[in-house]
T-cell receptor
Framework: QKEVEQNSGPLSVPEGAIASLNCTYS??????FFWYRQYSGKSPELIMS????GDKEDGRFTAQLNKASQYVSLLIRDSQPSDSATYLC??????????FGSGTRLQVQP | DADVTQTPRNRITKTGKRIMLECSQT?????MYWYRQDPGLGLRLIYY???????NKGEISDGYSVSRQAQAKFSLSLESAIPNQTALYFC??????????????FGPGTRLTVL
């Protein structure tokens, strides 16, 4: 079992819809969780970080964390074609560095 | 100017050659990391350093070595490059804020091709 798992996609949604991206992790001791967006050939850029159970909202983005079920999700409201990218989930598994999932590719159709 | 820079941005080399990838940062962060990215495999950690005297192996350190010359500089070396080291390499930095791993900031990447 991978430490951080994501569906590779592609996840295709129409413009204006809600995109829901999911990530599960195996280490119950994980304390910090991050969502990065990566455009093709570019470096990852931070979208959201979340440390506590529940929801955290930032503009069109909402991160949701459920430590009991060991999953973290990212919701993108009013999806735009510019949101088309690969979204990487990253988890602090307690080994002093982040562990990344393989990413979910999102396609927003105009 | 970019906070995290990597040189070179692209490099083509031959099997058996020694190559060094360099990373510099102006963010003042103590922690620096080297990752490689292959299609479908996400980011995999090669080495990380929490200060000049604290260097640690990541999950895929075989075939690589690193040098932390200063707080701001962290170099990755391939002593004898092989074709399966062809990948996109990223340097990242983060600040030290207690026990919780903080946000990592990435450089622009180096695309390395080993023929």
């Amino acid at each position: 079992q991978k430490e951080v798992e994501q569906n590779s996609g592609p996840l295709s949604v129409p413009e204006g819809a809600i995109a829901s991206l999911n990530c599960t992790y195996s280490d119950r001791g994980s304390q910090s969780f991050f969502w990065y967006r990566q455009y093709s050939g570019k470096s990852p850029e931070l979208i959201m970080s979340i440390y506590s159970n529940g929801d955290k909202e930032d503009g069109r983005f909402t991160a949701q964390l459920n430590k009991a079920s060991q999953y973290v999700s990212l919701l993108i409201r009013d999806s735009q074609p510019s949101d088309s990218a690969t979204y990487l989930c990253a988890v602090d598994t307690g080994r002093r560095a982040l562990t990344f999932g393989s990413g979910t590719r999102l396609q927003v159709q105009p | 100017d970019a906070d995290v820079t990597q040189t070179p941005r692209n490099r083509i080399t031959k099997t058996g050659k020694r190559i060094m990838l360099e990373c510099s940062q102006t963010k003042g962060h103590d922690r620096m990391y080297w990752y490689r990215q292959d299609p479908g495999l996400g980011l995999r950690l090669i080495y990380y350093s929490f200060d000049v005297k604290d260097i640690n192996k990541g999950e895929i350190s075989d075939g690589y070595s690193v040098s932390r010359q200063a707080q701001a500089k962290f170099s990755l070396s391939l002593e004898s490059a092989i074709p399966n080291q062809t990948a996109l390499y990223f340097c990242a930095t983060s600040d030290q804020t207690g026990k919780v791993t903080d946000t990592q900031y990435f450089g622009p990447g180096t695309r390395l091709t080993v023929l």
